[in-house]
């Protein structure tokens, strides 16, 4: 006798991006990746991210967890790298942000800022000595380029490099830099008697100094740093030998805004899917506030604005892996996915009424974050320009 077995029950929820159904998208690795660096950040992280958050700060010892967790760096080859696919860096981007952006922003200025200007412009002693300890996490790395009056336009720097003897000194001011007094070595670019040139600076040299930014309303677990060079004199080695003009910056920015194309998107699914559970919970008029059309309106345009993102951020990845992906097509992605990251973290706190301003949920700290993000790594207003030109061909920056 054959007993026969009862159907399986069909799923009546979803989650968000379940109904974009863009795993199916990823292979077998990029789903593992996504898996565990999302494991590490809810048991690791989340348990710990109000009380950073309030306290505004970033334990040091998370860059050798990150290290062992195998992200920093990851999509490098060589020198400890994991050499993973642009993908899979973009979803360990978007896990590492769905816990908060500061933790995104550590991973993405040690990997694609810091690590990338040696990986690709250094000289094999400069990547010998500094990319395993990076990619370990037993040594943190910082990027100065921005400078206070000098954000959009980076090719007004002020901070100059002069040649004395064999040697190089450097006097200037850095603004704005993560990860800046964590930071054992820091990638300095300054205007030459040549053009623009990037130096490596061990921060213990003597006369380079780190002074955090406090007060902050935004990023508040990530460390802001101000970096002063005071006739910092460095030795010939310490000039990234294939970095020549603007371009160098720009191409290692390029590679960090990449990982926000995904990365915002965690913070707008955090965001939405604690918005969910609330409103699942939240009795109004003595039924679950999902139960409002209303409040079914919201869900669904913050959810068809998500997987929109996804689906832009996966095809720029599979552009990225196979030809290059192009500085304008990033552009598209980062105003995009920020732009509407952030409209779902402030439409989500409103569904959560009075609580959501609390640290107890996540989406104003989100959106809190996301507003320096929409400006790092490129203003919205110089991603509209990047797209306006590659459409008409006319640089209007100025």
Known sequence: MTLATAPAAKKTTYAPLELFDTDRLLDADERDIAATVRKFVETRLKPNIEDWYESATLPKELAKEFGDLGVLGMHLDGY????????????????????????????????????????RYGSDE??????????AGDAVGCFGLTEPDFGSNPAGMRTRARRDGSDWVLNGTKMWITNGNLADVATVWAQTDDGIRGFLVPTDTPGFTANAIHRKLSLRASVTSELVLDNVRLPASAQLPDARGLSAPLSCLNEARFGIVFGALGAARDSLETTIAYAQSREVFDKPLTNYQLTQEKLANMTLELGKGLLLAIHLGRIKDADGVRPDQVSLGKLNNVREAIAIARECRTLLGGSGITLEYSPLRHANNLESVLTYEG????????????????????
């Open 80 to 119: 400890g790298c994991a050499g993973t696919n642009a993908v899979s860096y973009g979803l360990a981007c978007l896990e590492l942000e769905a816990g908060d952006s500061g933790f995104r922003s550590f991973v993405s200025v040690q990997g694609s800022l810091s690590m990338f200007s040696i990986h």
């Open 126 to 135: 400069q990547k010998n000595e500094w990319l395993p300890r990076l990619a």
């Open 379 to 398: 203003t919205s207003e110089m991603h509209l320009l990047s797209i306006g030109k590659a459409l008409t061909g006319v640089a209007a920056f100025r």
